[in-house]
């Protein structure tokens, strides 16, 4: 059974910094892709950055030059280092891993960027 957990949301001020982290249940090269989306009250679910199991890395156009996506296979867990944090980025954000006949979800974790 595929686990994803994410962790690392809260509450930071605008400008702040948090470093949220997916943890898989296994190798996270079982994925082709790992995708962390986020959705907003009322608002539908947005991507938010993609790493493939190739290392190769991409952002949507409202993260660029803040978010950082990146992986430690050694520990199973993928992160997304969220700086300059701006109140629009408050959302649950949520890990997910793809392979060639699959789609797994982890739970979600809120971030609120208030101040």
């Known amino acids: 059974q595929v686990q994803l957990v994410e962790s690392g949301g809260g509450l930071v001020q605008p400008g702040g910094s948090l470093r949220l982290s997916c943890a898989a249940s296994?190798?996270?090269?079982?994925?082709?892709?790992m995708i962390w989306y986020r959705q907003a009250p009322g608002k539908q679910r947005e991507l938010v950055a993609t790493?493939?199991?190739?290392?190769?890395?991409s952002y949507a156009d409202s993260v660029k030059g803040r978010f950082t996506i990146s992986r430690d296979s050694a520990k199973n867990t993928v992160y997304l280092q969220m700086n300059s944090l701006k109140p629009e980025d408050t959302a649950t954000y949520y890990c997910?891993?793809?392979?060639?006949?699959?789609?797994?979800w982890g739970q979600g974790t809120q971030v609120t960027v208030s101040s």
């Open positions: 296994g190798s996270i090269f079982r994925f082709y892709a």
């Open positions: 997910n891993g793809r392979t060639s006949g699959q789609n797994y």
């Open positions: 790493i493939t199991s190739g290392g190769s890395t």
